[in-house]
């Protein structure tokens, strides 16, 4: 399993996969990310994962510095949902390591991943749902 940053070039192959993914919103699609970064200017890392042919994952991740709530690195914001969507746990698993490393890397002081499930080893609140 490869899990690599999104390219321009993933647009279709990505909304294609959130499409059709049980679990997708609005917020999952590269619509989304181009709101978000033109309207507020935050940058995004969106994260793909494939088997070398088909995306198996999609994680979109924005930074967030607020003079509020900190620095931070949020899967969608201004959206209640919007964390992962992956065909499997393993393949969730792998894309928050890559997600908790880019939070590293930045210095951001949180990851916040808005989930409608909790992922293990992870703390989880229900403000959302």
């Not at 192959?13 to 200017?41: G, K, R």
Request: hydrophobic share 45%; with cysteine.
């Amino acid at each position: 399993m490869i899990v690599r940053a999104y390219r321009t070039a993933d647009r279709n192959a990505w909304n294609a996969y959130v499409q059709n993914h049980p679990d997708a919103t609005i917020f999952h699609l590269t619509a989304w990310q181009e709101v978000i970064e033109d309207s507020f200017s935050h940058k995004s890392f969106y994260l793909v994962a494939e088997d070398g042919v088909r995306v198996k994952g999609v994680l979109p991740l924005f930074e967030i510095k607020s003079f509020l709530f900190g620095h931070y690195l949020v899967s969608n914001p201004f959206a209640e949902l919007g964390g992962a969507l992956v065909d499997t746990a393993d393949i969730q698993e792998i894309l928050i390591e890559k997600a908790i490393q880019i939070a590293k890397q930045r210095n951001c002081q949180y990851l916040e991943l808005r989930n409608r499930t909790e992922s293990p080893g992870l703390l989880t609140k229900s403000l959302y749902f």
